[in-house]
């Protein structure tokens, strides 16, 4: 089936501007995922969503991130006000979601930002 | 907070020869453990996992792992290396009991196969 599709996969803007990032995770998975990994480190975590509801967000670096899941699938993250700091790859993830147990979280390919 | 440390950054194996990759881990409880692969323009694959139970676990491609809670460290062995491994390897440590959640991934390892 399907895994994790990232739309763009490349993303080029100027320093300033505002930026969408789309996430589509596998079908029935009921949890999702951003990382963001810069050159030469591992992906690092920026927001957790159950459902619709953002379960946890406190790898979001600043207010200039934000991210939505609306319907409990698709997600995008929006990134305000870009920064040269802001240039990474960010990894989307999505897993199952079955009472209190960990379930394997399924990667994307990524897409890279590149901010001039 | 729980943290990772995968000491080596590059490593350079021959072709039919053993590998193991290093990882240390620092959480005060119960950790579940993971090793993932990311080859260029992919996304990172699981290769195996440790929750609980045997301290050596069997994943994908040949790989293996052994957990020793003594020495906070989960290295990732293979016995004879492919070319077709060369690629970047990940250690990450999540919280045992927690349900879904974060994980926290180490800097990773760069593997070069020469022939």
């Known amino acids: 089936g399907a895994g994790v599709s990232q739309t763009p996969s490349n993303k080029v803007t100027e320093k300033g501007k505002y930026v969408e990032l789309r996430c589509d995770p596998i079908s029935g998975h009921t949890a999702l995922y951003w990382y963001r990994q810069s050159l030469g480190q591992g992906p690092e975590f920026l927001i957790y969503?159950?459902?619709?509801?953002?379960?946890?967000d406190s790898g979001l670096p600043n207010d200039r991130f934000f991210a939505v899941r609306p319907e409990g699938s698709v997600s995008t993250l929006k990134i305000q006000r870009t920064e040269r700091g802001d240039s990474a790859v960010y990894l989307c993830?999505?897993?199952?979601?079955?009472?209190?147990?960990?379930?394997?979280?399924?990667f994307g390919p990524g897409t890279r930002l590149t901010v001039l | 907070a729980q943290s990772v440390t995968q000491p080596d950054i590059h490593i350079t194996v021959s072709e039919g020869a053993s590998l193991e990759l290093r990882c240390n881990y620092s959480?005060?409880?119960?950790?579940?453990l993971f090793w993932y692969v990311q080859s260029p323009g992919q996304g990172l694959q699981l290769l195996l996992k440790y929750f609980s139970g045997d301290t050596l676990v069997q994943g994908i491609k040949g790989f293996e792992a052994e957990f020793k809670r003594s020495q906070s460290s989960f290295n990732l062995r293979k016995p004879s290396v492919h070319w077709s491994d060369a690629a970047e390897y990940f250690c990450a440590v999540g919280r045992a009991n927690f349900g879904n959640e974060k994980l926290t991934f180490g800097t990773g390892t760069r593997l070069t196969i020469i022939p």
């Open positions: 959480y005060g409880a119960t950790p579940y």
């Open positions: 993830a999505s897993s199952l979601s079955t009472g209190g147990f960990y379930n394997e979280q399924f």
């Open positions: 969503f159950q459902g619709t509801g953002a379960a946890d």
